[in-house]
């Protein structure tokens, strides 16, 4: 099995937004040494316990400081951007970083609607233009835009000798017709979508016409927690969860909460069955447990590669997690 990591960059209620995103690339070294294929950091804008706006910024730091691992975004998200912005950045990423660089692409704003206006203007007419958005990308990223046309007199320099591979990420049946339509690769956000992995993988596969890559290939985007036991697991688990809970309904936040806390704030919580649901779409367990429910999956989505997010209040048992289970599925 192929593993990834997915970071939000989260910040706990005791730590600097520099602090936790030292620890970002505490990660990504980390996952380089125990055989994860590829670390991606996530974009999102003035969320409170989450550090990263830019990836951009934070990846040539990431790619600097590891040597093998392959470095990405997950996901820029297209509709703030000009495509050719977007190309020039990561392909000149690519210059730096030869055959490691990925670029996930979505559509969500990253914020609240305060955010999104003062990132870019129409933006749900972006949205609506995201397809055609998509295509000049993918034409500036491969350097062959149809002649005659406008944008085939420019180039987004450097070209790279080997272009950043483009994957497109979501939540939907949208995403995934749209992703088969361009011939790229796809990720399903299985831990924010109420969707059915099984479908949406196999509408993708089914849909699928050859463009970036000349056959369907996946990712399936996962929360999980692991530790040596299953109380421990769920103990560190109550974080993430209680963070969740109040990031979802604007409650005042300060960071991702300690065990502690959360145990305070879900004993007096009146969203006992938001917290039971979002329980229900989380992989929490010891490294025999986990091992067993990703591969379970893996088994029934049939998909290429599991991407792991996980988000504890102490770094050292987000590091403990993702170690844990890579000696179980990549050693």
């Known amino acids: 099995m192929k593993l990834s990591i997915l970071d939000q960059a989260p910040v706990s209620s005791n730590q600097t937004a520099r602090e936790a995103l030292e620890q970002s690339v505490l990660l990504a070294q980390t996952a380089e040494r125990y055989g994860y294929t590829r670390y991606w950091i996530a974009e999102h804008h003035d969320m409170t316990g989450l550090a990263c706006p830019a990836p951009e910024v934070m990846l040539p730091y990431i790619g600097a400081s590891t040597s093998r691992i392959r470095i990405g975004s997950g996901a820029v998200l297209l509709p703030h951007y000009k495509p050719y912005k977007v190309a020039e950045i990561y392909n000149m990423l690519a210059t730096l970083f030869p055959d490691r660089v990925d670029i996930g692409i979505g559509r969500a704003p990253g914020g609240s609607?305060?955010?999104?206006?003062?990132?870019?203007?129409?933006?749900?007419?972006?949205?609506w233009n995201m397809p055609e958005t998509l295509k000049d990308l993918l034409h500036f990223i491969h350097n062959d835009h149809p002649g005659g046309s406008e944008l085939a007199k420019i180039k987004a320099a450097p070209l790279p000798e080997i272009s950043p591979e483009p994957w497109l990420l979501g939540i939907s049946k949208k995403s995934a017709l749209l992703a088969a339509e361009h011939g790229m690769a796809y990720v399903f956000g299985m831990f924010m979508s109420d969707k059915d992995a099984v479908e949406i993988v196999n509408l993708y596969k089914d849909s699928f016409q050859p463009g970036s890559i000349q056959s369907p290939k996946t990712i399936l985007a996962v929360s999980a927690i692991c530790a040596e036991t299953n109380e421990q697991a769920e103990e560190i688990a109550l974080s993430s969860l209680c963070?969740?809970?109040?990031?979802?309904?604007?409650?005042?936040?300060?960071?991702?909460?300690?065990?502690a806390e959360a145990?305070?704030?879900?004993?007096?919580?009146?969203?006992?069955?938001?917290?039971?649901?979002?329980?229900?779409?989380?992989?929490?367990g010891n490294p025999a447990d986990v091992k067993n429910r990703l591969l379970?999956?893996?088994k029934q989505t049939k998909t290429d590669e599991i991407m792991i997010i996980t988000i504890t209040y102490s770094p050292q048992d987000r590091l403990n997690s993702y170690q844990l289970i890579a000696e179980e599925l990549l050693e």
């Open 243 to 259: 963070w969740s809970v109040q990031r979802k309904n604007g409650e005042g936040l300060t960071g991702v909460p300690s065990i």
């Open 263 to 284: 145990k305070d704030f879900i004993l007096s919580a009146t969203e006992k069955e938001e917290l039971r649901a979002m329980r229900e779409k989380m992989i929490i």
């Open 113 to 127: 609607a305060e955010v999104t206006n003062a990132l870019s203007d129409h933006f749900l007419q972006n949205v």
């Open 296 to 298: 379970d999956l893996q």
